[in-house]
């Protein structure tokens, strides 16, 4: 009886999400009872994260690997313990669940972006139409923290880790008896993933959660794999990223380092970076991205620079190469940031929209 | 020669702003000379605060009269200390200054609220065309705190005051020799405030800045005072709330107490609080306000009560009364808040989208 309510149940769901799918069902041997005696904790790893680039990671939840140590700045391999955009894809026929995490950094939030973005975790579900709806959030208070949440019962859930902190670990609790599945080939996760490489901007700076991080959103609106190489001031276009960006096999490579970098660094590092990845890449769509302006200022000084740059590497011959003016970026009423550089939530879904507008077509020409 | 262009600059500035306006300039031996030698810091109470109901306060940075403190439950009280939706207006012919502010409460954040929005300043100033805009803002780092801004020269400046915490003092510092001066009556400054009495929402949680409460967009985009009466938490609507807000004169009430009421508050408070501003103001439009929905529900279960109380009273013979419903008041996406209630900034610009389409018309019934 079982087993046939579990096979209904996991039958239900992958038709409900519009394809047929092989979910993995988490074997119940590998949770660990709560002394509560009615919860089963899971550790993530068990279900797999989304929007790592590498495995070979010093740690789990690393969005960098390990050999990048002794490349890359320091203030990049720092910022590369930070899980902006990592999230795990779970499905359950449990109503109810918590989560607990326990984080690297002591600090839980900046000045100008709050614990529940910094530090928290998002949870969101697919709802009756298939669509992306926030659930819930949890807040983080220390060390160690514990959220509930009421996923979506038998649909596709994400749960987004902390954009400006790591997590040492994260696991999800449910009832015993309930089962805790990975949605497995669901739409969307046979497509390669769409990489971003930037800023503290990219990173998730400054929004008050991070499944709304623009890269988040992009993610759900494409219902594609993102990987967030935004690193917090340090994205300047070295050379030894250049070499690590073109180990990855993404749909499209999104540049967008503006912000980070100064005229100098434009002229000189840009194009020799593009040239990299299309040495290894032949066709993979490849888009530069304007620094964004809150005062509506088209184009920036340094946007003005990066479009030589792009109608250099054209006029060379190099196909596939894009690039994406900041207009409607972060709107035109001032307000779509915290400090005015860093988006607010409002600046970010714009932002957001922007990108949706520019890389859905570009996805159908990658391959 | 001073003299003159001092005269020329106030000209300009008045006649700037579209109206003739009678400024005060503050008498530059009021000021304090700073150490350094070069800056002036005069007390922003020589320019007066906006928002506030009562002059007759505890402390000059409160949003309550003295008398309340023995009236309202003391979660009231304490919540009237936080400056929220108090605001310098000001006018300068220097291009540069420095804002000085000490807070009352050691806690500068909240989990789902960021140091600048809760304890920090924000600073608009008008643009050529006369449209506020954002200039900057102070984030805050501890007890008191000092940030440098580029205000709007010879226009208005608005700047506010932090949302979640008090101010024990604030100073505005401009180099010797520069003048500080109070917008006089500028336009708008003459009609009567709108007051909002209400929740946490209210009170401007939880965006990321100041100016970006909903009642700070409204002033701004009508142009007109408004008096933040939101109390996290404690918005309850009781008689002695009443009573206190028939003291005033404005030229709208807007309650917005359902979040923090349940149902049984709802049936028994709103009624009779209605009926005692209307007895004190005849004519002054009340806009009642349905609670916000982040999954978009309308109308909610305390909301259909609301809707009950209002055509109860409009039965009764109430002229004036009017009522806001939730629609369209965080959007559809589900993305309008950082926990399910507070709004984040994309929910706050569309929650005070909502209200400026319903006040505008009633300002004009207003007399």
């Not at 790893?45 to 590498?54: D, P």
């Not at 697919?126 to 959220?147: I, Q, S, V, Y």
């Not at 100064?262 to 000189?268: D, I, K, P």
């Amino acid at each position: 009886m079982k087993f046939i309510l579990k096979t209904l149940f996991l039958s239900w769901m992958f038709i409900n999400a519009g394809v047929l799918l092989q979910a993995a069902e988490i074997d119940t041997k590998r949770g660990v009872a709560d002394p509560d005696g009615n919860t089963m904790w899971y550790d993530c790893q068990l279900l797999g994260v989304e929007g790592k680039g590498w495995t070979d990671t010093e740690s789990y939840y690393d969005r960098l690997p390990v050999k990048a140590k002794s490349n890359v700045p320091s203030s990049v391999w720092n910022l590369g313990h930070d899980s902006a955009g990592l999230c795990v894809y779970f499905a359950t026929d449990s109503s109810s669940m918590k989560v607990r995490w326990t984080l690297r950094k002591n600090s839980l939030s900046m000045p100008h972006m709050p614990a529940t973005g910094v530090s928290g975790i998002d949870l969101y579900g697919r709802n009756e139409a298939g669509k992306w709806r926030f659930l819930g959030n949890g807040r983080p208070a220390g060390g160690t923290n514990c959220a509930s949440f009421s996923p979506a019962v038998g649909k596709d859930n994400i749960l987004y880790l902390p954009l400006y902190n790591g997590v040492k670990s994260i696991e999800i609790g449910i009832p015993k008896g309930k089962i805790l599945s990975t949605p497995g080939q669901a739409y969307g996760k046979q497509r390669k993933p769409i990489v971003f490489y930037g800023t503290s901007i990219t990173q998730g700076g400054c929004v008050s959660r991070p499944g709304l991080a623009a890269t988040s959103i992009v993610g759900r609106e494409l219902d594609i794999p993102v990987i967030n190489l935004g690193f917090s001031g340090s994205g300047k276009m070295e050379p030894e990223m250049a070499n690590l960006l073109a180990e990855l096999d993404p749909s499209i490579f999104v540049l967008d380092c503006l912000w980070n970098m100064n005229s100098g660094l434009v002229t000189e590092r840009v194009d020799p970076f593009v040239r990299k990845l299309r040495t290894m890449h032949p066709s993979t769509p490849i888009l530069l991205v304007e620094d964004s302006s809150f005062r509506n200022i088209t184009p920036t000084d340094k946007g003005h620079l990066l479009r030589i740059v792009h109608d250099k590497l054209t006029k060379d011959g190099i196909k596939g190469l894009f690039f994406l003016s900041n207009e409607e970026m972060l709107g035109d009423d001032f307000e779509g940031t915290v400090d005015g550089c860093h988006p607010n939530d409002l600046g970010m879904m714009r932002q957001a929209s922007v990108f949706i507008k520019a890389l859905a077509p570009l996805l159908s020409q990658s391959k």
